[in-house]
């Protein structure tokens, strides 16, 4: 109890110092991760001088922190921009993921001298790639939707192939014709899993009437973390039934939306700033010396064949153009993921375990310098680098228990074809109407003389039958104006 302040304290600076650092590495144009990995170093043995080695509890924090950083992951994605790249996000997130390994694995049998299942182990380590870290590098390259859809949707999917990979190959499972059986079940089975509980999960909240507001999103993140052990219960995937459950969660109607994905935002930034600056704290400087070749090697081998080799094959029924191609293998970014991964053989006394560890400290470090740096420029050439498309508008709902309607409350963002719309010309479904138009922090009642603009916020009175078309229409009238039906826009 006498050092409980103490250690507050130094917590809340840690994670001081690690929210500013996010400012710092959005000018840099680099993943915040090395910031946080270099606060953990500062702190751990060669620093401050605390001492962390305890790998089996490294690996169970580590898990439950990737647990976090899915489900926001999960929640956050949009359905409508990762759908028209369903096929080959999911074809990288496994077929990719067989062949990276087996790449990887053979080359560095034969480079590094390493025995058959510690070379492959060494390949399904490094399979898999972070969605954190893809996402703070593609902010504001401005690539297609359909191109940051399919990253988007490796990087919430490949986890769970990666990790069953490893966890068969550090405990010396025995490979015969069941195997692949086995991970078919583990990955369809987390997949029944997660979206089992994201539409029950749904499904209650539209109906729970719970006493404040900040319950909701506390409920759904609990949803996405019993999915997780639900799944690993039942011999499945837990962290694909976590991706899975957040994902119908985030694309539901749930009560109080904006607020749930503020609060899980909140909690996967919470989430990593924990994972890197413990990964930092576990890593020895001294140790990371010897690592340099091996990581190096490694890193060129994952670069430069295994990952333009897995991204051809798995794309190819897909037709990707090649520009395509060459941008999915360079946004491949190693994070977080691959040190949890690599934990995981050392804890299970593998050996060699402690090589592969710092290798891949180093390797993350370089690729994540040189990848982030470069992957912006990359587009630009490539042809891929578009002005940003305008954001959809974002619905939040608040019901309204007693009368049986809702309150939905739309922003009117830059770019929107809700811009210009006169108040009738929205048609709303019989059931729902503009109550108020908040504009420049004054509200109104609007009437039918009342124009949108670019900035406003509206609230929509809607009884819960015409709740969905109400929704509808205003996403059509915001991507194609007043004339939505005409072309062919529904909203969905």
Same mark, same amino acid.
């Given at each position: 109890? @006498?050092?409980?302040?103490? $250690?507050?304290?130094?917590?809340?600076?840690? $994670?001081?110092?690690?929210?500013?650092?996010?400012?710092?590495?959005?000018?840099?144009?680099?993943?915040? $991760?090395?910031?946080?990995?270099?606060?953990?170093?500062?702190?751990?043995?060669?620093?401050?001088?605390?001492?962390?080695?305890?790998?089996?509890?490294?690996?169970?924090?580590?898990?439950?922190?990737?647990?976090?950083?899915?489900? @926001?992951?999960?929640?956050?994605?949009?359905?409508?921009?990762?759908?028209?790249?369903?096929?080959?996000g999911?074809?990288?997130?496994?077929?990719?993921?067989? =062949?990276? =390994?087996?790449?990887?694995?053979?080359?560095?049998?034969?480079?590094?001298?390493?025995?058959?299942?510690?070379?492959?182990?060494?390949?399904?380590?490094?399979?898999?790639?972070?969605?954190?870290?893809?996402?703070?590098?593609?902010?504001?390259?401005?690539?297609s939707?359909?191109?940051?859809?399919?990253?988007?949707?490796?990087?919430?999917?490949?986890?769970?192939?990666?990790?069953?990979?490893?966890?068969?190959?550090?405990?010396?499972?025995?490979?015969?014709?069941?195997?692949?059986?086995?991970? /078919?079940?583990?990955?369809?089975?987390?997949?029944?899993?997660?979206?089992?509980?994201?539409?029950?999960?749904a499904?209650?909240?539209?109906?729970?009437?719970?006493?404040?507001?900040?319950?909701?999103?506390?409920?759904?993140?609990?949803?996405?973390?019993v999915?997780?052990?639900?799944?690993?219960?039942?011999?499945?995937?837990?962290?694909?039934?976590?991706?899975?459950?957040?994902?119908?969660?985030?694309?539901?109607?749930?009560?109080?939306?904006?607020?749930?994905?503020?609060?899980?935002?909140?909690?996967?930034?919470?989430?990593? =700033?924990?994972?890197?600056?413990?990964?930092?704290?576990?890593?020895?400087?001294?140790?990371?010396?010897?690592?340099?070749?091996?990581?190096?090697?490694?890193?060129?081998?994952?670069?430069?064949?295994?990952?333009?080799?897995?991204?051809?094959?798995?794309?190819?029924?897909?037709?990707?153009?090649?520009?395509?191609?060459?941008?999915?293998?360079?946004?491949?970014?190693?994070?977080?993921?691959p040190?949890?991964?690599?934990?995981?053989?050392?804890?299970?006394g /593998?050996?060699?375990?402690?090589?592969?560890?710092?290798?891949?400290?180093?390797?993350? =470090?370089?690729?994540?310098?040189?990848?982030?740096?470069?992957?912006?420029?990359?587009?630009?050439?490539?042809?891929?680098?578009?002005?940003?498309?305008?954001? @959809?508008?974002?619905?939040?709902?608040?019901?309204?228990?007693e009368?049986?309607?809702?309150?939905?409350?739309?922003?009117?963002?830059?770019?929107?074809?809700?811009?210009?719309?006169?108040?009738?010309?929205?048609r709303?479904?019989?059931?729902?109407?503009?109550?108020?138009?908040?504009? @420049?922090?004054?509200?109104?009642?609007?009437?039918?003389?009342?124009?949108?603009?670019e900035?406003?916020?509206?609230?929509?009175?809607?009884t819960?039958?015409?709740?969905?078309?109400?929704?509808?229409?205003?996403?059509?009238?915001?991507?194609?104006?007043?004339?939505?039906?005409?072309?062919g826009?529904?909203?969905?």
């Amino acid at each position: 109890m @006498e050092q409980l302040p103490t $250690l507050l304290g130094v917590g809340a600076a840690v $994670l001081l110092a690690a929210v500013l650092a996010v400012r710092v590495s959005i000018r840099l144009g680099l993943p915040s $991760l090395l910031l946080y990995l270099g606060i953990g170093v500062l702190l751990g043995e060669s620093g401050l001088g605390i001492e962390w080695d305890d790998a089996v509890l490294t690996q169970s924090l580590g898990l439950a922190a990737l647990v976090l950083i899915l489900t @926001e992951g999960g929640l956050t994605t949009r359905w409508t921009n990762v759908r028209p790249a369903l096929g080959p996000g999911v074809a990288l997130s496994t077929v990719a993921v067989g =062949i990276s =390994i087996a790449v990887t694995g053979t080359a560095l049998h034969f480079l590094l001298g390493l025995d058959w299942r510690t070379a492959l182990l060494w390949g399904a380590v490094l399979a898999s790639t972070d969605a954190a870290a893809v996402f703070s590098v593609l902010r504001g390259v401005g690539v297609s939707k359909r191109l940051a859809g399919a990253v988007e949707l490796e990087s919430g999917l490949n986890d769970a192939p990666a990790y069953i990979a490893v966890v068969v190959l550090a405990t010396g499972v025995t490979v015969d014709w069941t195997l692949p059986l086995l991970v /078919v079940y583990q990955l369809l089975a987390g997949l029944a899993v997660g979206l089992a509980f994201g539409w029950l999960g749904a499904w209650t909240l539209r109906r729970a009437a719970l006493p404040a507001t900040g319950l909701y999103p506390l409920a759904t993140v609990a949803v996405c973390v019993v999915a997780y052990s639900s799944g690993q219960l039942l011999q499945a995937s837990g962290l694909l039934a976590t991706y899975a459950a957040g994902l119908v969660l985030g694309n539901a109607r749930l009560p109080h939306r904006s607020d749930t994905l503020s609060f899980a935002e909140g909690l996967g930034w919470l989430a990593q =700033i924990g994972l890197f600056v413990l990964l930092g704290l576990f890593a020895s400087p001294g140790r990371l010396l010897h690592a340099v070749v091996p990581g190096l090697v490694a890193g060129a081998v994952v670069l430069l064949l295994a990952r333009p080799l897995s991204v051809l094959l798995a794309t190819l029924p897909f037709r990707v153009p090649w520009r395509e191609q060459a941008f999915l293998s360079w946004a491949g970014l190693r994070g977080a993921v691959p040190i949890v991964l690599a934990i995981i053989p050392l804890s299970e006394g /593998v050996p060699g375990a402690g090589r592969l560890v710092d290798a891949v400290f180093v390797l993350v =470090i370089v690729l994540t310098l040189l990848q982030g740096a470069t992957l912006s420029p990359l587009a630009r050439l490539l042809g891929l680098a578009a002005r940003a498309e305008p954001r @959809e508008i974002q619905v939040d709902s608040a019901p309204l228990d007693e009368l049986a309607a809702v309150l939905l409350q739309v922003r009117i963002r830059p770019g929107s074809r809700l811009h210009g719309v006169y108040l009738p010309e929205l048609r709303l479904p019989r059931g729902a109407s503009v109550s108020l138009v908040v504009r @420049e922090g004054r509200g109104f009642t609007p009437d039918n003389s009342t124009r949108l603009q670019e900035g406003d916020q509206i609230l929509v009175v809607a009884t819960e039958e015409s709740r969905a078309a109400a929704e509808r229409r205003l996403r059509a009238v915001d991507r194609a104006g007043r004339l939505a039906r005409w072309r062919g826009e529904s909203g969905r």
